[in-house]
C-alpha cells in the first residue's frame, strides 16, 4: 500500500487499505442495525449487553465478508454511486487459483499483517456474543469461518491462499486465549453451569464479571452513570443484596 503525495480521493478510496475498510464500514453498519431490529432487540431474557455485543459481532463478520468475498462488488457500487460512470472494475466467476504452500515466513508483507489482524476481534467478539460458549468452542467456529471464507474466493476471482488460512488461524487462537486468560482471573469458574453475561440497566450501563452467586466469590460492576458522568466501582458480595 502506497500513499503518495499527490493522492487523490480515488486513490485513497479505491487503492489503499483504509480506503477499503471505509467502503465496507456503511454495509456492515447496516447489517449490525437490521440485525438489531430484527433479530436481538425482542429477544426476552437476553441481557442488553450480549445484545449489543451480537450486533457487533455481525458488523464484524459482514465486514469480513465484503472484505475478502465481495470487494469488487463494494468497489463498483460505490464507484457508480460517486462518480455515475462504469467503474472499470471486471467480475469474472471461478476465475481464482490456488496457493496451497505457504511462504509468509519468507517475507512479511502488509497483506500478510492484515491478514492476522483481521481476525483478532473474532474470539473476544463471540465470546462476549455468547457467554456459554468454550474457548475450544470458539476456535473450531473461527476455523470452520477462516475455512469457508477462503473457500469462496476462487469463485470470486480470488485466491485460495494457505498464508491466509494459517494467519487468520493463529490471530483467531491468540485472541481467543488472551482473551479467556484475562477473564478467568477475576472470575474462576466452580461447578459447572453457565456465567452470567454482562448486565444492563436503564440508567446505568454495568459490565459485571462472571460469578457464581452459590460460590459466594466476590463480583465487581464497573458502573458507568450518564447523568454524572461518573465512574464507580462496587463490590457486592454475591448472593447478598446491597
Not at 66 to 75: D, E, K, P, T
Not at 180 to 195: C, D, T, Y
Not at 210 to 222: I, L, Q, S
Not at 235 to 241: E, I, Y
Amino acid at each position: 500500500m502506497f500513499f503518495p503525495q499527490d493522492m487523490t480521493f480515488q486513490y485513497f478510496f479505491f487503492d489503499t487499505y483504509v480506503g477499503y475498510f471505509f467502503q465496507v464500514l456503511p454495509i456492515s453498519l447496516l447489517a449490525g442495525f437490521l440485525a438489531w431490529l430484527f433479530r436481538f432487540r425482542k429477544g426476552k431474557g437476553v441481557p442488553m449487553a450480549q445484545k449489543v455485543f451480537s450486533c457487533l459481532f455481525v458488523c464484524y463478520l459482514t465486514g469480513l465478508i465484503c472484505l475478502v468475498a465481495g470487494l469488487r462488488f463494494v468497489q463498483v457500487f460505490w464507484y457508480t454511486l460517486l462518480y455515475r460512470a462504469p467503474s472499470g472494475v471486471e467480475i469474472s466467476f471461478f476465475s481464482g487459483g490456488f496457493s496451497l504452500v505457504p511462504s509468509f515466513a519468507d517475507s512479511f508483507t502488509q497483506e500478510q499483517i492484515g491478514n492476522f489482524l483481521m481476525f483478532l476481534p473474532f474470539g473476544p467478539l463471540y465470546l462476549l456474543s455468547w457467554p456459554q460458549a468454550t474457548g475450544k468452542k470458539t476456535i473450531l467456529v473461527g476455523f470452520g469461518i477462516v475455512l469457508l471464507i477462503e473457500v469462496l474466493q476462487p469463485i470470486f476471482g480470488r485466491m485460495f491462499d494457505s498464508n491466509d488460512v494459517i494467519l487468520n488461524a493463529v490471530s483467531m487462537v491468540v485472541s481467543t486465549a488472551a482473551f479467556l486468560g484475562i477473564k478467568r482471573p477475576f472470575g474462576r469458574k466452580q461447578g459447572g453451569g453457565p456465567w452470567p453475561a454482562a448486565l444492563y440497566h436503564s440508567r446505568a450501563f454495568s459490565i459485571c464479571l462472571p460469578h457464581r452467586p452459590e460460590a459466594g466469590v466476590f463480583n465487581a460492576c464497573y458502573m458507568v452513570f450518564g447523568a454524572r458522568n461518573r465512574f464507580i466501582l462496587r463490590l457486592d458480595r454475591a448472593g447478598v443484596s446491597p
